[in-house]
């Protein structure tokens, strides 16, 4: 375990979470959603049929996850994954899921000294897992260390076997398979997070046929996430195309250099189409310049490059 932890670290050079960036286990009713669509339409058809479903929402996996109360999750394990990243294992109970829909994030939170009553104070901070929605007992954060980021360097300060209270799935952007024929992104740095849960989530789906076109923006190659596994899916996969820019290339640097351009976004991303999204995340420097920012919690009137280029605020989202 320890062995496969380290090689998946290095294959993973970084920034983290879009700008959007044994403990107890609470059991909790999102089992509702499992049991929905064509089971809905079972239970209101025949008594019988009904119950049957009853029987198997019972014996469905429980979620891990409460998005209404803080959980703890035990750190198992935690590898260095670049000069300024590292990358957090998180145990729990190997029956469960952890209930995370694509694309969700979870919501941490670390204590922070006393207020004026002698309360608890704390800081609190969102994070995408990296790991498979699916997989039970554990999951993955890639957390890039910040010299004053309160959340990240407890994170960093965390040991084997301490614990940090969680919450959610927020949801974030709910995918489903074939929802479009292309699927552009472009992510900045640590915005990389929720395009591969998305990417993850089509690549394993032999049914889903959506075209994927990735732009990825960093400041040096070494800053590039996870570039060995998207090099990997890339070259596996036909249906995913990745583009990397750097402000600051190396030498040896075959890439794009510089900010997203609109040359990049036409010739890397599907054009303006009904059947297109675009989907962006990144730091906000980026997001102005390609898409505008959100507002708030709300997606916010769409702007710069993609804007100029034809896109629809129905074509795009932004994490």
Not at 8 to 23: E, R
Not at 64 to 92: C, G, M, V, Y
Not at 283 to 295: I, L, Q, T, Y
Request: glycine share 8%; with cysteine; proline share 7%.
């Amino acid at each position: 375990m320890a062995t496969f932890f380290r090689r998946l670290a290095k294959a993973a050079p970084i920034a983290i979470g879009c700008q959007t960036k044994s403990a107890p286990r609470l059991r909790f009713g999102a089992l509702a959603a499992i049991s929905g669509g064509i089971s809905a339409y079972y239970f209101y058809s025949s008594p019988n049929l009904g119950y049957l479903d009853e029987l198997n929402e019972k014996d469905a996996p429980l979620a891990a996850l409460n998005p209404d109360k803080w959980i703890e999750f035990k750190l198992q394990e935690k590898a260095q994954a670049s000069h300024n990243t590292q990358l957090f294992r998180f145990s729990f109970d190997p029956d469960l899921k952890l209930g995370l829909h694509v694309a969700s994030c979870l919501i941490t939170r670390a204590p922070n000294g006393q207020n004026a009553e002698g309360k608890t104070k704390y800081v609190i901070r969102p994070y995408t897992p990296i790991s498979d929605p699916d997989a039970r007992g554990y999951f993955d954060l890639l957390i890039k260390v910040y010299p004053e980021g309160k959340m990240s360097q407890h994170f960093a300060s965390l040991k084997p076997g301490d614990v940090v209270e969680v919450k959610g799935p927020i949801e974030k952007f709910r995918y489903s398979p074939n929802m479009k024929k292309h699927i552009g992104m472009i992510a900045g740095g640590s915005g990389i997070t929720p395009m591969l849960q998305v990417i993850d989530a089509i690549l394993k789906n032999p049914d889903d046929n959506t075209q994927v076109s990735l732009i990825y923006a960093n400041l040096t190659p070494d800053d590039i996430l996870l570039k060995k596994k998207l090099d990997t899916l890339s070259a596996s996969n036909p249906n995913l195309k990745v583009f990397y820019t750097v402000d600051n290339p190396t030498k040896d640097w075959l890439g794009g250099q510089g900010f997203i351009s609109k040359q990049m976004v036409v010739k890397g991303l599907p054009g303006p189409s009904d059947d297109t999204l675009v989907l962006v995340c990144g730091p906000p420097g980026m997001m102005n310049h390609v898409s505008g920012d959100k507002k708030d919690r709300a997606q916010g009137e769409l702007r710069g490059i993609l804007k100029e280029l034809g896109y629809t605020e129905d074509m795009v989202y932004k994490f």
